[in-house]
């Protein structure tokens, strides 16, 4: 297994971005908050997947104590899944960093080749600070993630948003009939 930590992939990205375009100058507190703005991607990624899965229990009546945490992510390709979208990641990354969206870009597609490298070529699983351990997906170009403690899910017995999918469930009526009957 191999280690990517933030000062390792700071210090990647910085040369990278260095070699790349050269006139600009990058701030450290910018290549970490376009790190921590990757690894919020994927914790919003995880928090979508868990409400959806909730839900799906809800709607098939199964009873909410059954209900798991969510400790891992499939992608789509590299960090994009079905929840968060490639620029949704590179719009996070340049809304946290103050980076411009190319160079966004460029730094998300530096880290996938360093995730890509370990997982792909040398067929190894990657312990990703803040992220989790990474290995190959199911498809081409996906990761399977076991997500790290931070970014875990537990069970969303008690979230607020999905309170009418319970409500609906209980009394058999839907919360839209409901309110528009009043």
């Not at 040369?15 to 006139?23: H, N, V």
């Not at 908050?33 to 229990?57: C, F, H, P």
């Not at 597609?109 to 699983?125: K, Y």
């Not at 069970?155 to 999905?162: A, G, M, N, Q, W």
């Amino acid at each position: 297994m191999i280690s990517l930590t933030i000062k390792h992939l700071s210090f990647v990205g910085a040369s990278a971005l260095a070699a790349r375009y050269p006139e600009e100058q990058y701030l450290p507190a910018e290549l970490n908050d376009a790190l921590l703005a990757l690894i919020n991607s994927v914790g919003v990624a995880a928090l979508n997947l868990a409400i959806v899965n909730t839900r799906k229990v809800i709607s098939a009546g199964i009873p909410i104590e059954e209900l798991e945490s969510t400790d891992e992510l499939e992608t789509l390709e590299h960090f994009t899944t079905e929840y968060v979208t490639r620029n949704a990641i590179i719009f996070l990354i340049a809304d946290m960093s103050g980076l411009e969206w190319g160079i966004a870009e460029t730094l998300l597609g530096l880290v996938e080749q360093e995730v890509d490298r370990a997982v792909f070529n040398e067929q190894t699983s990657v312990d990703f600070e803040g992220v989790g351990v990474i290995s190959a997906g199911n498809t081409a170009h996906s990761y399977r993630i076991e997500l790290a403690e931070a970014l875990r899910v537990p069970p969303l017995k008690h979230i607020s948003v999905l309170s009418g999918l319970f409500d609906e469930r209980a009394t058999g009526t839907s919360t839209a009939s409901a309110s528009s009957a009043v």
